[in-house]
């Protein structure tokens, strides 16, 4: 961690080998203001449809076109805006670009709002007909898609009154977002070295990470004592939340609002059911590693605030930019040659922003268009989690590379619910490849450590969330009010399902932890953490196994971006997602992870 931010460098001062390079983008300013003065020309040649779908399948088809091309060429204008804009915040240029092009979005996303709903609105026999049509053959799974939706779509009138009451239902999650992110501050605490410190979102996990234990405790009470001074509040705006998914699946003819939200990715509620079931089953894993760390910090009784330290705290490897690049090459190459081959040109091409400088945005990104680089923002400082992030990174950007020179535009952004796969997956490689390389015995340990408190955070915390989740919404269903008390009534109980076995009386205050997870509004996402790790678990396993038809279903993964359903596209990259055996599969790899630190430690 770079301690004085105004000793860095700007950007502009830094070498240029060491940044991205945006001139393929675009080779200046000037180019940019160009391109931008033509988006209203592109919006209107789509505009210019509306009304019109229903004439013939031919006149559909230029519609759908106008729309890509509209999108495509705009997307480009966002994307070099946010990158420049990325490199120093503070830039009064870059920021008056960011803004010109996000008030533009703001201003055509009205203009493309009526596409879908004309075609859902088109009699059905008809558009059948269309779906059949050779013209439109291209676009038929987003017309299929369309379809299928349509019987959760309702009349005219409904929806538009649903779409004026907007901001209405969607308040709670606002008032939260509002009172947790600017009304909400937390006292000062005392950190290692007797300094007090604002607590703040931000640097609370580096308290909980602290080696000292008073350290880690009195950030974790003074966190959650000012939640238990709004929680019913806090209550109030998850209860209004909550009530929000459950009336819209409702009026949408949706079973539930766990329905309702899988429907978007196609996946079954079997699968949500399975991942919570099978991580229930495999609690006793998480068991012998909490015993693990009890035992490595020589604690009697260990409580919630013990979990988030690393075990290896004092490993403090110093990895050079280059070496850490030979590491994720060397440890990517079970990719074959033609991955390694395209990922050499990440570091010729110029796809990375290596260094910390001054105003640049904080942490690490891949972020690029269909017309772009996949390009990587690091803020690289040669620790051994910035080698991780490095190869996490790069992860994505190959799927985006793969996905969009094997898919036309329309089909090349690939769906949330398999971004964080690829990424994984190479961390996990990386992984593999330090502890074939017979690392010495503290660096065994931190990787063990690192791999270990990986799977936990991404399946057991995330599948704990999941499932309480399901909770609310269940009583939200049966007309129950989630009050305070019985939030902390039923959170204490599921953290005791979860941790009980081993943090036998956690401290109360654990009760109040259902109060910041920003994820409760996000209307069941945080599944989709726990379901990608399994997969990447699986995945590096077919690679790592040398097999080259297990590569070659993998590299189609990468290929596939949104052209299919996602857990078609999983179950030919050779991981089925439909049933609980990859949660398993990972899980029992925990179990190996764990065995072998209790062994080190
Ligand atoms: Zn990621």
Redesign the pocket.
Known sequence: MSSNKNSLPLHRDLPVADTWDLVPMFPGAEAWEKDFAEVDRYSAAFIAFRGRLGESPAVMLEAFEALDRFERFAEKLYCYAHLKSDENTADSENKSRLGKIESKFAEVSGATAWFEPEIMAMDETKLRTFLDAPELEFYRKSMEELLRQRPHILSEKEERLLGLGGDVLGAAGKIFSTLNNADLTFPAVADEHGKKVQLTHGNYIKFLESGRRPVRKRAFEAMFDTYGKFRNTMAATLDGNVKRHVYSAKIRNYPSALEASLFSDNVPVAVYDNLIKAVRDKLPCLHRYLNVRRKAMGLRRMDMYDIYNPLVPDYRLKVSFEQAAEWVKAALRPLGEEYCAILEKAFEQRWIDIHECKGKRSGA??SGCYDSYPYILLNFNGTLNDVFTLA??L??SMHSYYSNRHQEYHYADYSIFV??VA??TNELLLHDYLMKQNPEPAFKSYLLCHLADEIRGTIYRQTMFAEFEKHIHELGERSVTLTADRLCKDYGKLNHDYFGAVIKKADHRIEMEWARIPHFYYNFYVYKYATGMSAAVKLSRNILSGDPVKLQDYLGFLKAGDSRDVLDIMKDAGVDLSTPAPVYEALDKFNEVVGELERNC
Do not use: L
Request: aromatic share 10%.
């Open positions: 990104y891949s996490h990174e992860g994505h971004a964080e990424s994984t």
